[in-house]
């Protein structure tokens, strides 16, 4: 198993009134949610994104953060998991001129309006049946995505995430240290389905034998 250390601790962070969040959400919302369409994205809040836009304070900050800690070149090659309309993909590429990115999402509507410049690098497929061959990509990052599948599916896709990777990868997952911490989450979520306490996943990993780097999503 990997280090647990947050490679996100430059990506922007929103105020989040979680128990007002957590009253106006069904499971009507949340079906709608895990359907990852256009309601998801771009429509009403209570259903995702509210709109799902590029704004580069959002990804460039990080892209540094992943280049220092994975040694990320021109020569690189990267695979996001998870990678909605490619954002954080065009921004890599963007401050890493020449580095090698690809993506995938199940969600046929994110790849259709992917940013343009991303769109020949992108797909629809599964994280737990990725469509490349075994050590195909330098690094592998999967940010809040393969918490979205039921745990057996999760094990399949960490297990993807391990194979295609020549060593190196990073995922953020849905979690909680505490009753307070959980009690948000579950108020909060919409489209998890495997959600842990942070030393859970962190058996879980061992379990599934998956060695990248990891951290937590805790609203």
Not at 183 to 211: P, R
Request: glycine residues 6%; contains cysteine.
């Amino acid at each position: 198993m990997g280090r647990e250390i947050d490679l996100l601790k430059n990506y922007p962070k929103t105020k989040r009134d979680l128990k007002k969040r957590g009253e106006e959400k069904s499971e009507e919302d949340r079906r709608i949610a895990r359907k990852f369409g256009k309601d998801f994205f771009d429509g009403d809040r209570k259903h995702g994104y509210g709109g799902f836009r590029y704004l580069p304070k959002f990804w460039q900050p990080v892209i540094p953060t992943f280049q220092q800690h994975f040694g990320l070149t021109a020569d690189s090659s990267v695979l996001d998991v998870g990678c909605a309309k490619g954002f954080m993909m065009y921004d890599m590429v963007k401050l890493i001129p020449g580095i090698r990115v690809n993506g995938i999402d199940i969600s046929e509507y994110a790849i259709e309006n992917a940013i343009s410049q991303m769109k020949p690098l992108v797909q629809v497929a599964n994280a737990k049946e990725l469509p490349y061959d075994d050590n195909s990509f330098d690094v592998v990052i999967s940010i809040n995505t393969v918490h979205n599948l039921v745990k057996e599916e999760c094990a399949q896709a960490l297990k993807e995430i391990e194979r295609v990777s020549r060593g190196a990868s990073f995922i953020t997952v849905d979690a909680y240290n505490n009753e307070k911490e959980k009690e948000a989450m579950f108020s909060w979520n919409l489209t998890g389905k495997t959600i842990m306490h942070a030393n859970e996943w962190k058996h879980f990993f061992d379990e599934v034998e998956y060695t990248g780097d990891y951290y937590w999503f805790i609203p």
